[in-house]
């Protein structure tokens, strides 16, 4: 491209959150001019407020088997070519403090700020332009290059890189935009839907339930069958409108409106066995040997809910009542009404067709030049920091490609 006209470039990227800068600096630092533009007027707004301020941003252990995909197999080269060490490696250099919380998972010691900071520098040891708060009014081709109708004037390219996210947390600048580009393109889309968001209920079926707010536990959950099944053990919390914490927002990306859930509140024990072989040495009553294993708020809760006295002793209650105590305890199986929706989502599940794409570059088959990143395709993580580790590693994919 021309080094003289200011608005014309090797590369253009709209989208400048995880993915955007990742792939800016790669493609920079090989000597490309690049140009990232994004709408918003604060940088990376999703990394700021990810991991309680901390920014969740890898897991020692990411590989395939933590993402789902209509194409389960295309995320496995760039997560091979770009590994969690890798990254590791870059947030060592810039001298960044960060500690392993659970499960593989890595945050900050201090701020998501300095991961946004990191990426900065890199994008600065890469010379690239920046055109932040600018809309994108309109995208098209000509010959071998791309014209950006912006908000500060019209932008050449001979690259274009989408990495704008999906439809998740609105509030912060989500939008539509990478599915209205892949339509005008003629590229397949997945069906988008909310991911690693709470769970809902029906009002009247909840209702006995609201009393049990706040309260948390380990617990095994699952759905769905076969390739589609999901389980996890993982912490649930109970809200005023259904179910949350990490093991509903883990399921809830396996979830499928119409399928229940199945959760085991006591992973660790089998209560309709125990119970019945302890009746006769076991003297304490119901509700309290419940409380030695559920938080007391819960074992007082379950049993009312389920017509349990909780002064009754195992003693005297027949085999049958404590199978059923038991099943509600370790098979308790629950219909969500629906979820959270986008504006409480972590991540959005579908988006641009994988099979559109080179697993190598990210690059559209169909559209030379165009390469799609992040969370705009149809590739979904776990909780756990999953999300950010596709983030670099698609962003260096396709940075090391344009």
Known sequence: MSKTNPNHFDVAIIGAGAAGMMCAAVAGQRGRRVVLIDHAGKLAEKIRISGGGRCNFTNVGA???????????????????????DFIGLVKRHRIGFHEKHKGQLFCDDSAEDIIAMLKAECDAGNVSWRMPCTVQEVGKSGEHFRIATSAGEIQAASLVIATGGLSIPKIGATDFAYR???????????????????????????????LAGIALEVEVETGAKKERGHFLEDLLFTHRGLSGPAILQISSYWKPGTPLTLNLLPQLDVAETLIDGKGTIKKNLGNILAQWLPNRLAEGWLKINGFDAGARIADMPDKSLKKLGD?????????????????????????????????????NKVPGLHVIGEAMDVTGWLGGYNFQWAWASGVAAGSAV
């Open 63 to 85: 590989g395939p088997q933590h993402y789902l995909s209509q194409n389960p197999h295309f995320c496995r080269s760039a997560l091979s070519r770009y590994t969690p060490q």
């Open 328 to 364: 509600s305890l370790n098979r308790w199986v629950i219909l969500p009404s629906g979820s959270e929706g986008y504006r409480k989502a972590e991540v959005t599940l579908g988006g641009v067709d994988t099979r559109e794409l080179s697993q190598q570059t990210m690059m559209a």
């Open 181 to 211: 580009i892949a339509r005008q393109f003629d590229l397949k889309l997945v069906e988008t839907r909310p991911g690693l968001v709470p769970l809902t209920f029906d009002g009247k079926a909840w209702q006995s339930l609201t009393e």
